[in-house]
């Protein structure tokens, strides 16, 4: 069984004067399924924690949305069985380039978003950590 996403839209249109292209939608109805909940992930190597070499919030949205496709596909799913993430950012001047990034990964996808301008991460290299969530229909 498919997730109903209701009340889809696309940031272009939500947020006009900025350029972002994002599939989002209010609501994701689950039914059944496997529940993937995905630590924080930030711009840092799955596999040894190393930071990446970046201080471009742009490259480091890159390498948290794939380690979040990474440990979604780990888990058994796929990107389109996304249906939440929390966008924890330093500066808001980051916003678009942030977003942008993460339209790429979700394009077609329409989870539900929330994002939160806070002071600092973990790490005061880090300028973006993504808590995801999935759910893989039965």
């Known amino acids: 069984m498919a997730h109903t996403r209701i009340r889809k839209f696309n940031t272009r249109d939500t947020y006009p004067e900025q ?6 939608c209010q609501v994701v109805v689950t039914e059944g399924g496997k529940i993937i909940w995905l630590r924080g992930q ?19 949205t890159h390498k948290v949305m794939q380690n979040i496709s990474q440990l979604i596909k780990e888990a058994g799913g796929e990107m389109k069985h996304l249906v939440k993430m929390v966008v ?16 790429q990964y979700t394009k077609g996808v329409h989870p539900v978003q929330t994002g939160l301008v806070v002071n600092e991460l973990a790490r005061p290299e880090w300028l973006v950590e993504i808590d995801a969530t999935a759910v893989i229909p039965k």
Do not use: F, H, M, W
Not at 88 to 103: C, F, L, P, S, W
């Open 42 to 60: 930030c711009p840092q190597n799955l596999d040894d924690a190393v930071n990446i070499a970046s201080s471009d919030p742009a490259e480091q």
């Open 19 to 24: 350029n972002l292209d994002n599939d989002l």
């Open 88 to 103: 924890y950012i330093t500066d808001i001047k980051n916003r678009e380039a942030v977003y942008r990034i993460i339209g």
